[in-house]
T-cell receptor
Framework: ETGVTQSPTHLIKTRGQQVTLRCSSQ?????VSWYQQALGQGPQFIFQ???????GRGNFPPRFSGLQFPNYSSELNVNALELDDSALYLC??????????????FGQGTRLTVV | DAKTTQPPSMDCAEGRAANLPCNHS???????VYWYRQIHSQGPQYIIH???NNETNEMASLIITEDRKSSTLILPHATLRDTAVYYC??????????????FGTGTLLAVQP
């Protein structure tokens, strides 16, 4: 158990719809990162939020957006869903400014299926 | 960020040591070597990290060569629960916010009974 919780665990959406995924960070962590993992691939970095601001973004289009709230929880929003958006979406919380620059705690993920 | 190379798969007998190699020949001086693993249908789990020196914790040992171009993760007594995909990642230390993790395809370790 990492203390990072994601909801929902599974979701089915229709192409063109919009989806919001949620993540509750581990207590004391101030940074949230989101990753997309397609079947058989390693997780791909989408973006990171630190102190409620986007702090780095991977190669994902603007229809992927996010928020971080004052309590450090976070949302990932995807508009105009495409079939290729079907994947496991992972949230990772970490403590920036700590001793370990690459240590993150991952949630169990949300499995999104777009039909 | 340095690219890492790992074998796609390895087998290990239960109770034996599992030695997982990683090549990171282009690693720079400020990049740490991090290891994560991902058990099927779960999120990745941090295992261990190091910069120059060998490291050991309750999960594993990390051996980094003197030139830092490669490393080996050692699970001293593998169990069936260690069956997972293991990722080796080079993470730069720029200070400030935690850095993004660039995952490759990792090594699928299959522990056999």
């Amino acid at each position: 158990e990492t203390g990072v919780t994601q909801s929902p665990t599974h979701l089915i959406k229709t192409r063109g719809q919009q989806v919001t995924l949620r993540c509750s960070s581990q207590s004391g962590h101030n940074t949230v990162s989101w990753y997309q993992q397609a079947l058989g691939q390693g997780p791909q970095f989408i973006f990171q939020y630190y102190r409620e601001e986007e702090n780095g973004r991977g190669n994902f289009p603007p229809r992927f957006s996010g928020l971080q709230f004052p309590n450090y929880s976070s949302e990932l929003n995807v508009n105009a869903l495409e079939l290729d958006d079907s994947a496991l979406y992972l949230c990772a919380s970490s403590l920036s400014g700590g001793a370990s620059v690459g240590e993150a705690f991952f949630g169990q993920g949300t499995r999104l299926t777009v039909v | 960020d340095a690219k890492t190379t790992q074998p796609p798969s390895m087998d290990c007998a239960e109770g034996r040591a599992a030695n997982l190699p990683c090549n990171h020949s282009t690693i720079s001086g400020n990049e740490y070597v991090y290891w994560y693993r991902q058990i099927h249908s779960q999120g990745p789990q941090y295992i261990i990290h190091g910069l120059k020196n060998n490291e050991t914790n309750e999960m594993a040992s990390l051996i980094i060569t003197e030139d830092r171009k490669s490393s080996t993760l050692i699970l001293p007594h593998a169990t069936l629960r260690d069956t997972a995909v293991y990722y080796c990642i080079a993470v730069p230390n720029y200070g400030g916010a935690t850095n993004k993790l660039i995952f490759g395809t990792g090594t699928l370790l299959a522990v056999q009974p």
